[in-house]
């Protein structure tokens, strides 16, 4: 699997101006795709290849071990299915679903060669861009490996993250957003829904809650899980205390999908921490 030729031209599927200016802000918030510069970018959404789904229709199936594409979603449900044992009937038991333009699915048989983790079934009429191994290997794969080694070591020295395993802490670097603040400038803001969870990288961070600063956050210490866990609003302001800061996050349903619940990962070491959640 992804084994390279020394010369590659990926596949053309002409599209429209506004196809291709939708493909690109999908692609922007995806974690696979976020790190190409502009020429790869511009080959994978050449590459993309319109895929339509009917109510019903199977996508995906579970234990597939030649998985050939990726897909990213521009319209439709569709519902993930995952059999926990070989006696379970059907489909096995719905886990999760896709409902957002710009999803992205199947890429995880393709990052880490190995067979598809679950089955995903059209719940309506579908949508969906995808991308080929071959594609993805040479264009894509590279870049998101990349930066998981970039991040890996950094991980691993997170207190929080002490427990995962390397498999764990590899999708974990794939799926990291990184963002830069400036002094003064609000990375969570009291009051409102928590849907991602930070790690500061670099520079400095203090809590405000209700005026008043109650506490303080250096480069590798987190924030942000408590508000997920608890499905309640943001508890205070998280605001940058240097002159500019450098913030990984991670939103919930990446989180989820890759390592599992995150209110199972954090809760585990929640309870010697109480800033600002």
Request: net charge positive; charged share 30%.
């Amino acid at each position: 699997w992804n084994k390279k030729t020394t010369t590659y031209t990926p596949p053309f599927y002409q599209k429209p101006p506004e196809t291709e200016q939708r493909l690109r802000g999908a692609l922007a918030k995806s974690f696979m795709f976020n790190s190409l510069d502009e020429k790869d970018m511009k080959a994978v959404i050449g590459a993309f290849r319109q895929v339509d789904k009917n109510p019903g229709d199977i996508v995906i199936q579970q234990g597939d071990t030649d998985a050939k594409e990726l897909f990213m979603v521009e319209k439709g449900e569709l519902h993930v299915f995952k059999k926990f044992s070989q006696s379970e009937t059907g489909d096995g038991k719905r886990v999760f679903q896709y409902d957002s333009a710009g999803d992205v699915f199947g890429e995880l048989a393709l990052l880490y060669n190995c067979p598809r983790a679950a089955s995903i079934r059209a719940a309506s009429k579908c949508i969906l861009w995808s991308i080929d191994r071959e594609t993805f290997s040479h264009l894509v794969k590279d870049a998101a490996s990349r930066k998981r080694n970039k991040y890996e070591n950094f991980l691993k020295s997170v207190d929080i993250l002490g427990s995962l395993d390397s498999f764990e802490i590899g999708q974990m670097a794939d799926a990291l957003q990184a963002r830069t603040f400036k002094k003064n400038e609000k990375v969570i803001t009291q009051g409102d829904v928590g849907n991602e969870f930070f790690i500061l990288e670099e520079g400095a961070a203090c809590a405000v809650k209700d005026g008043t600063r109650v506490k303080e956050y250096k480069e590798k210490e987190y924030f942000g899980e408590l508000a997920l866990i608890r499905s309640q609003p943001r508890a205070a302001d998280v605001v940058i205390d240097s002159p500019t800061a450098k913030v990984l996050c991670i939103d919930r349903k990446s989180f989820k999908r890759l390592l599992g619940p995150l209110d199972k990962i954090l809760e585990q070491r929640a309870a010697s921490y109480t800033g600002a959640k």
